[in-house]
């Protein structure tokens, strides 16, 4: 049987466009047996039972051993390898490749059908070619002309077997004209004469302002008058007014008139015009004459003994003003710069700075602060005080110290108070906005009070400060005649009385008597806070 099957017709390679029908040949002669149509290794049907295809159709007389496979509008799913076969007879036809071909979807441009740009800027035109087998080729068309130089990529979907195509076109702002129409043609085989899509080119521009300002030069408080002049394609649809980044409500039109203050010549009017394309926005300062007003405030400082201080301030004023920096209570100026800068400050520095601001014919301006300098303690006390005899009496040692000091402690003879009470003794320390006062308490002075050498120091970190304070009693001088003695002079320096008989003492053995007496407590009262420290 198989010896005297032949094959008349076989099926061939084809290219059909999606969509077409098309017809593979199968003609056997000699044989009578089922027919089978094969496609990429799969049965498609027996004879003329495609049940399972309702596109696909066995076509011919059967007699004559005619068995046409007819496809009805091909898909991209009959792309693929076909067979003829003689079933019973064991023979096969040759394989035909079907290619289906897929033209591309109508081209889209990015932006289409009008495409609007600034002008002066360049333009970049994208277009897409979708779902295309084989890729589709891209030209761009202007006045009938190719333009060269476009990008191409394409990238195959998802099914393997079509492609998706994009170009990107760039001209350049000196090779384009308003009104130009620009196509792009996508073709393949499947569409020779190809698809086009078309995109017109409307050159627009934001609007262009123009604000002025009148009058200027203009004193503080009189009438200003803006005005806002705009040239826009499209043209303007509204206008909004704003001051320092702060709306202006009752400003919508072209115009804005306003009595102006210092605040105008920092904070800019702006005016901002808006057309379809979008917005300009442009701004002005008025010049206006106003007196000096703080633009930085100077801090006052607290610096260590031996560090710089650096002050400074910002002022703003118009015209031009003068910037003056000088210590209170001195004429001497120490800068004409927004910033001023003492080396090196000593505790005498410590003090307060001014600087003033001067706008010639038209006002005046001053900001105060204060330097601190951070030092050993100072202390300033009267080193003589007085109190009553058989009455509580009082020292007091007053003491500037920046930082306030750590210890405060009062020596005399051989005892050293920082606190509390010894005996007859109280220590008491209270702060001031001036300083630190200590003061030493005695109840019931006794006439050796009066000769006692009284050492008020103080300590922070920077080091130390001591003064020698000396107790007057009050209304009495410091020599005084023995009850007892009429010809003797008394002095009470301590417990032990030192006399001087007759009027041939003079005075000035009389003071080294006293001078070696007190130098003798105050080396006591030194040694004694010395063993304390150490």
């Not at 077997?161 to 994009?166: D, G, H, I, N, Y």
Request: hydrophobic fraction near 35%; charged fraction near 20%; include cysteine.
């Amino acid at each position: 049987l198989r010896s005297s099957v032949v094959f008349i017709q076989q099926p061939h390679d084809l290219v059909v466009v999606a969509g077409q029908p098309v017809t593979l040949p199968c003609s056997i002669t000699g044989y009578h047996g089922m027919v089978l149509w094969v496609k990429d290794g799969l049965a498609l049907g027996v004879n003329r039972d495609m049940s399972g295809y309702p596109r696909y159709d066995v076509i011919g007389d059967h007699s004559k051993g005619e068995y046409h496979l007819l496809i009805q509008r091909t898909e991209l799913t009959d792309d693929g390898s076909f067979e003829c076969q003689a079933i019973q007879a064991a023979t096969r036809s040759r394989p035909a490749r079907l290619t289906v071909l897929v033209p591309p979807d109508d081209p889209v441009i990015i932006g289409a059908p009008v495409v609007s740009l600034r002008a002066g800027n360049s333009l970049n035109l994208t277009c897409h070619a979708n779902n295309a087998k084989p890729a589709a080729s891209i030209i761009w068309i202007r006045n009938g002309e190719v333009l060269n130089g476009a990008a191409y990529t394409k990238t195959l979907l998802r099914d393997g077997r079509r492609e998706s195509t994009v170009s990107t076109l760039h001209i350049s702002a000196s090779n384009i004209e308003n009104g130009q129409q620009i196509t792009c043609r996508a073709s393949n085989k499947a569409a020779p004469n190809g698809k086009e899509a078309t995109v017109t080119i409307d050159i627009q521009h934001f609007p262009l302002v123009n604000l002025s300002v009148e009058p200027q030069p203009v004193l503080e408080g009189n009438l200003v008058k803006f005005h806002c002049a705009a040239k826009a394609n499209p043209p303007v649809t509204h206008y909004r007014w704003a001051k320092g980044g702060s709306m202006i409500t009752d400003a919508t039109g072209d115009t804005y008139e306003v009595l102006v203050d210092h605040s105008f010549f920092t904070e800019p009017v702006s005016c901002e015009v808006t057309n379809a394309l979008g917005n300009t926005n442009i701004s002005r300062n008025v010049d206006v004459y106003f007196g000096p007003r703080l633009a930085a405030e100077p801090q006052s400082l607290q610096v260590d003994r031996g560090s710089d201080a650096v002050f400074s301030c910002a002022w703003i004023g118009n015209p031009s003003l003068t910037i003056v920096w000088m210590k209170r209570g001195h004429g001497v100026v120490l800068s004409n710069e927004n910033t001023l800068t003492l080396k090196a400050v000593r505790q005498e520095d410590a003090g307060k700075y001014v600087c003033r601001a001067v706008v010639p014919r038209v006002g005046v301006g001053e900001k105060e602060v204060t330097l601190t300098v951070n030092g050993p303690p100072t202390i300033s006390s009267t080193q003589t005080q007085q109190a009553l005899y058989g009455e509580k009496g009082q020292i007091k040692c007053f003491i500037r110290s920046t930082p306030p000091p750590d210890r405060i402690a009062w020596s005399w003879k051989e005892t050293v108070l920082e606190s509390g009470t010894s005996g007859r003794y109280t220590v008491e320390t209270v702060s001031t906005e001036d300083g630190v006062i200590s003061t030493l308490t005695m109840s019931n002075i006794v006439p050796a009070d009066f000769q006692t050498i009284y050492n008020c120091t103080a300590w922070n970190s920077f080091g130390s400060d001591t003064e020698i304070i000396r107790l007057k009693e009050q209304g009495k001088n410091q020599v005084t005649l023995h009850p007892n003695q009429p010809h003797c002079n008394r002095f009470r320096l301590q417990p032990q009385a030192i006399c001087l008989f007759g009027p041939a003492v003079t005075a000035q053995r009389r003071d080294g008597i006293i001078g070696k007496s007190i130098r003798r407590a105050h080396g006591r009262a030194l040694a004694a806070l010395s063993n304390l420290i150490h």
